[in-house]
């Protein structure tokens, strides 16, 4: 299993956990979960030398704290915000783009 792999089973737990929650306070309950959810659960606290509740603790931790540091849901903190802020100091992305009609292109001399 590819690490991309293991991250999208480790994210999809995560959301099947999530989905199952019934009852959140200082204990955790999760009722009617899936057997492939709860072996695949089983199988990732082995392969990392966790109990079962420590690997969802890890799990859902990680799903909070991603969620956290992706941004505000506003859309502040999306790809083409981020972009125009990288641009910005530079006049931002208002300035026209010259166009080269008329003009060889040169291709690069990639011998070098």
Avoid at 31 to 44: F, I, K, M, P, Q
């Amino acid at each position: 299993m590819t690490p991309r792999e293991a991250n999208r089973r480790q994210y999809c737990l995560a959301q099947s956990l999530l989905a199952d929650i019934l009852v959140i306070m200082t204990n955790l309950t999760v009722h009617d979960l899936d057997d492939e959810v709860r072996d695949g659960l089983h199988e990732l606290a082995n392969s990392h030398g966790r109990t079962i509740e420590e690997e969802a603790r890890e799990i859902l931790r990680g799903a909070v704290v991603s969620k956290r540091q992706a941004g505000p849901a506003n859309g502040t903190n999306n790809l083409g915000s981020r972009i125009a802020a990288r641009f910005s100091s530079a006049g931002g992305l208002d300035q026209g783009i010259p166009e080269l009609r008329g003009q060889l292109a040169v291709p690069p001399d990639l011998a070098r």
